[in-house]
């Protein structure tokens, strides 16, 4: 097991700025590809952005590309999502989420979810 905490959200408006905090309680977190997915109101859960053990590597949902970024600080067992020209369709659940990698270094599903943070953008 992994836990996985996340913090940062709130509401914010239109055109606002925020920045979502995920802390890992493990040793290994060095060890994990990380990813943040977003679920809205009577919606399926959807990919917003992940980041690769090393931070060398970083993908985002066309979405979200050039307003989001995310990041990960291994000294401190923390992944971060920075959310800049924030829109109203941006509202939903974030949640944080953990992964290993293969033998041959191939990341494997993600298998680790922490609770969530809402986020509110107001027009």
């Known amino acids: 097991q992994v836990p996985l905490v996340e913090s940062g959200g709130g509401l914010v408006q239109a055109g606002g700025s925020l920045r979502l905090s995920c802390a890992a309680s493990t040793r290994t977190f060095s060890r994990y590809h990380m990813g943040w997915f977003r679920q809205a109101p009577g919606k399926d859960r959807e990919f917003v952005a992940a980041?690769?053990?090393?931070?060398?590597?970083?993908d985002a949902a066309d979405s979200v590309k050039g307003r989001f970024t995310i990041s990960r600080d291994n000294g401190k067992n923390t992944v971060y999502l920075q959310m800049n020209n924030l829109k109203p369709e941006d509202t939903a659940i974030y949640y944080c989420?953990?992964?290993?990698?293969?033998?041959?270094?191939?990341?494997?599903?993600?298998?680790?979810w922490g609770q969530g943070t809402q986020v509110t953008v107001s027009s």
């Open positions: 980041i690769s053990s090393s931070g060398g590597s970083r």
């Open positions: 989420t953990a992964g290993t990698y293969s033998e041959s270094g191939q990341r494997k599903p993600y298998a680790y």
